[in-house]
């Protein structure tokens, strides 16, 4: 069974590390919760939960309806297939058998 913790505790942990600027880390220790908890309250906090994998997207909500959002999410995804395509054809070079050896 999850342990249950009061409102006021998750406020005054999230308040550590958004408000004070304490590490993470340091929180998880010092109030000793696991480091998942706090990121979901963190997220919870600042709005961020589910927005996609990790906190590193930068565009918007991918449901939304500005046409403007939507071109920042397409240039995005763009910047990162034509990354995973040079990262494949630099793997596919390493693996390719050498043909030449004599």
Known sequence: M?????????Q????A????????ADVVA?????KSTLDRWIAQ????????SGSHRKAGDPDS???QEMAKIIAELR???EFLKKAAALLAKEIEPK???K
């Open 17 to 24: 590390v958004l408000t004070l600027g304490k590490k993470r």
């Open 12 to 15: 005054q942990c999230v308040d």
């Open 79 to 81: 910047k990162e297939n």
């Open 65 to 67: 309806d500005d046409p």
């Open 99 to 101: 043909t030449n050896s």
């Open 2 to 10: 999850p342990r249950m913790y009061s409102p006021q505790f998750r």
């Open 45 to 52: 906090e600042t709005g961020t939960l589910g927005t996609g």
């Open 30 to 34: 010092e109030y000793e919760i696991a």
